[in-house]
């Protein structure tokens, strides 16, 4: 059930979440029972409905509300709770947020429950409730910082066969309102964890954790004695997590020791490298989509 409200000025204090909190105090809006994140576009919206969120209030600029938010509307409308909807034109909706909406929408949603690492890993012995749709091919971002980089990322792995991504404490959150909206709404539907809450989990225990539970870690760093990702022979593994570090500084010293096999991206034309998250794109076609993007298409 909805409530349209119109926004008459700058000041009312049910925008806050829309328009002066920040997402560290979104993300402990309801602590310790969860946070809020932003979604933005109807798309975003609608695939964390999909994905089970729940939404608290929505801000939608008054000209979409029979336009573009419709569909987004009408999904919510069916709800028994009631949903406050503010409503106002562009120019002030623009101040009040300090940015455009995209396609008009925005929704205050109810953060889902957090996935534990391990368990999304597999657990020592590999195996899950459900052996059949363990993951297979994984993404691991250390210190990945940039929200649309993190974002880009996720989109990539949805697109390109990933089933999970694990990030260590120093990345942009996945729920971010423009990580989120970078991702087309994908960090909801690609499962994904934190390892450890602290950068100093990470350094101790993350590659001996992905070691632990079978599998093999391949890191991407620009050394000349990697292997070109395309020579790279995984020999049967059914389980290699990719491993892509920060934007400049790339992985830690001691990731590219720990791992299994370190590869790298062969560049021409005198490139040095590439964005990480076009780095991504390439790495999870070449180690997780092919195979399973091959699996899925139709027979002739």
């Not at 409200?5 to 029972?33: C, H, M, N, W």
Request: charged share 25%; hydrophobic share 45%.
């Amino acid at each position: 059930m909805l409530r349209l409200i119109q926004v008459s000025g700058l000041e009312d204090p049910a925008l806050d979440v829309f328009t002066k909190l920040s997402e560290v105090q979104l993300k402990r809006y309801y602590e310790p029972r969860g946070g809020l994140f932003i979604a933005e576009s109807p798309k975003v919206v609608l695939r964390a409905l999909d994905a089970g969120c729940r939404p608290v209030s929505l801000l939608v600029e008054d000209r979409h509300v029979r336009g573009e938010a419709a569909g987004v509307l009408a999904r919510i409308g069916e709800s028994e709770a009631e949903i406050p909807v503010y409503t106002g034109p562009y120019e002030l909706l623009t101040r009040l947020t300090g940015y455009a909406l995209t396609r008009g929408v925005l929704c205050a949603m109810r953060r889902p429950p957090l996935r534990d690492a391990r368990q999304l890993l597999g657990g020592i012995d590999g195996q899950t409730r459900d052996d059949r749709n363990r993951p297979r091919r994984i993404a691991v971002l250390e210190n990945v910082v940039n929200p649309a980089n993190v974002g880009a990322i996720f989109r990539n792995a949805a697109a390109l066969g990933m089933d999970a991504v694990l990030l260590t404490d120093g990345c942009s959150d996945p729920l971010y309102r423009r990580t989120l909206r970078v991702s087309m709404g994908t960090a909801l539907q690609v499962p994904w964890a934190w390892i450890g809450k602290d950068p100093e989990d990470w350094r101790r225990n993350g590659m001996k954790l992905l070691h632990e539970c079978g599998w093999r870690t391949v890191a991407m760093a620009l050394r000349p004695d990697a292997v070109e990702i395309g020579d790279l022979d995984l020999g049967g593994t059914d389980r290699a997590a990719v491993i892509l570090g920060a934007e400049g500084d790339g992985l830690l010293p001691e990731t590219i020791a720990a791992a299994d096999t370190v590869v790298r991206i062969p560049m021409q034309r005198g490139v040095d490298s590439l964005n990480v998250a076009a780095a991504s794109a390439v790495a999870f076609y070449l180690i997780g989509g092919k195979d399973s993007l091959a699996e899925k298409k139709p027979l002739p």
